[in-house]
């Protein structure tokens, strides 16, 4: 049975960290394209990170500038994200995806299972 299990989340001042993590079961992740999407309140889910099956390639959202960093860890069969110098407008419940599939990283119709999502919350 394929899980995705995000942990991680809570609620930092901004200008903190948090470090966000997926474990995955059912799958070994190197056969899988993974990536982190988010939403907020009345928004619909958007693309925050991506890694590709090699783990070399990355892709980003626009504005992540540089803050945030994805990364596969293999032996964990489990994809984090480091999360740092983060702002109020980050807060938003963020979810994790898998995809065997050749469709667009960024887009959430790719991807063909998610976790239940964990949420953030980053106060002024």
């Known amino acids: 049975q394929v899980q995705l299990v995000e942990s991680g989340g809570g609620s930092v001042q901004a200008g903190g960290s948090l470090s966000l993590s997926c474990g995955v079961t059912?799958?070994?992740?190197?056969?899988?394209?993974m990536a982190w999407f988010r939403q907020a309140p009345g928004k619909e889910r958007e693309f925050v990170a991506g890694?590709?099956?090699?783990?070399?390639?990355?892709s980003y959202g626009d504005f992540v500038k540089g803050r945030f960093t994805i990364a596969r860890v293999n032996a964990k069969n489990s994809v984090v994200l480091q999360m740092n110098s983060l702002k109020p407008e980050d807060t938003a419940v963020y979810y994790c995806?898998?995809?065997?599939?050749?469709?667009?990283?960024?887009?959430?119709?790719?991807?063909?299972?998610w976790g239940q999502g964990t949420q953030v919350t980053v106060f002024s």
């Open positions: 995806g898998a995809t065997m599939g050749l469709g667009y990283i960024r887009n959430v119709s790719t991807y063909d299972y």
């Open positions: 059912g799958f070994a992740i190197n056969e899988y394209r």
């Open positions: 890694v590709e099956w090699s783990g070399t390639y990355t």
